[in-house]
């Protein structure tokens, strides 16, 4: 089945699962991954940090990046990025699209092309409350590759609370389009919290549709949904 879903009423044995899933993909020989951030994301990379996961043979594309964020601010997805996992568990080669590029289209061009030459073998993903996967919110077309996008309101208030104020969340970032998302061979999607139930329910319950951009992910071959909450597939 294209769709499997695993959910779990303790929610350390949900990372405890993940983590264990990404290192028996390492040891089955998966090169290339494609890493997320959030906060749900931080219990597992701090799972992985303590395992003794290698990654220093593999290769990270990682979904997104602010726009205009200094490289070294804390909330920029390259510092999120080292601090979680890169400084302890480095892989051979990371890759972020650029937020400071000059020219963020021809960035985004850049890392399209990147990632044509170095095809996903797990995508590891989060979601947004409104849906949004990496920075696709919803009304962008499932065929999108990598994009500049400007980040809904909803989404900006949802990311505020890691900033000091609103006003301090960039407007715009680049993201791996959802045909990016799609051309990975098999997706780890983790969705924790009431906050994401709506959005998770779209993918498990509803139809596809632009509203929703996670529900791309029914048109997919191999995607394993982990979650907390008491929910089923249609
Ligand atoms: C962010 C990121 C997404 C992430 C989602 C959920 O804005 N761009 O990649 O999956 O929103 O974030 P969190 O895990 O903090 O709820």
New binding site residues.
Partial sequence: MALQLKTFENINELYDFAAQFLQQKVKDGAKTFGL??????QPLYKNLRQSDVDFSSCTSFN??EYIGLPITHPESYFTYMQKELFEQKPFHKSYLPNGLAEDAELEAQHYNELLAKHPIDVQL?????NG????NEPGTAFSEKTHVVTLTES?RQ??ARFFDSIDEVPTK?I?MGIDNILQAKEVLVIAV?E??RAALESLLQGEATVDSPITALQQHANVLVLTDLNISLA
């Fill in positions: 997320a951030t959030g906060g749900t994301m979904l997104d993903l989060g979601v947004g409350e949004h996967i990496g920075f989404t949802a990311n970032a993201t919290g906050k994401k």
